[in-house]
């Protein structure tokens, strides 16, 4: 089964530092990897995807992932974290049928 | 583009009463809609699977009848929650994915649903 685990719970960053969402995944065959975020109250919104191509990824709102299949992680990061980005970020791994699998999730919290 | 709306976004009832949540894609063609739950400060939780035309499937420990999913049409599919309970209470998310893009599923902004 395909499956993602974040190991953190809470990242809790300075704004202006860089900010790091640690994902690693196990799957068979090729991994399909996402990253959503969600604010309060709301869905989840589309940050970037890894399905195949160059192992840095670049997505929405400055934020971009790596790719490393020999340590099996999928990490996000931002270079410089803005208190906006304070949110719940998911990383998730699609299966075959177009399933979704979600970590369980790590609260960002960028003070100022 | 890619837009899918869920109505209502809040939802208060009775124990024992049904509630009903829409889950539309506005500008695509959903041939595939998802629903998942949520509990307060932990991940999503995949419900069932709904193809336009067939019936639901639901993963397991999911019990059918008591969540009834419709998808009627290429654009809309329902979740019914049926005598529901206070246990019941939860953000639901549905999730699309058709014509615009079939790497990527597109997520309504969820539903509160809270049962007194």
């Known amino acids: 089964a395909q499956s993602v685990a974040q190991p953190e719970d809470q990242v809790n960053v300075a704004e202006g530092n860089p900010l790091t969402v640690k994902c690693t995944y196990s799957?068979?065959?090729?991994?399909?990897l996402f990253w959503y975020v969600q604010y309060p109250n709301r869905g989840l919104q589309f940050l970037l995807k890894?399905?195949?191509?160059?192992?840095l990824v670049k997505g929405s709102y400055g934020f971009e992932a790596e790719f490393n299949k020999s340590q099996t992680s999928f990490h996000l990061k931002k270079p410089s974290a803005l208190v906006s980005d304070s949110a719940l970020y998911f990383c998730?791994?699609?299966?075959?049928?177009?399933?979704?699998?979600f970590g369980a999730g790590t609260t960002v919290t960028v003070r100022a | 583009g890619a837009v899918v709306s869920q109505h209502p976004s809040r939802v208060i009832c009775k124990s024992g009463t049904s509630v009903k949540i829409e889950c539309r894609s506005l500008?695509?063609?959903?041939?595939?809609m998802f629903w998942y739950r949520q509990f307060p400060k932990q991940s999503l939780m995949l419900m069932a699977t709904?193809?336009?035309?067939?019936?639901?499937?639901?993963e397991q420990g999911v019990e059918k009848d008591k969540f009834l999913i419709n998808h009627a049409s290429l654009t809309l599919s329902t979740l019914t929650v049926t005598s529901a309970h206070p246990e019941d209470s939860s953000f639901y998310i549905c999730?699309?994915?058709?014509?615009?893009?079939?790497?990527?599923?597109?997520f309504g902004p969820g539903t509160r649903l809270t049962v007194l």
């Open positions: 709904s193809n336009e035309g067939s019936k639901a499937t639901y």
């Open positions: 999730s699309a994915y058709g014509t615009l893009s079939y790497n990527e599923q597109f």
């Open positions: 799957v068979s065959g090729n991994p399909y």
């Open positions: 998730a791994v699609r299966d075959n049928d177009y399933k979704l699998s």
């Open positions: 890894y399905i195949t191509g160059d192992n």
């Open positions: 500008d695509f063609q959903a041939t595939t």
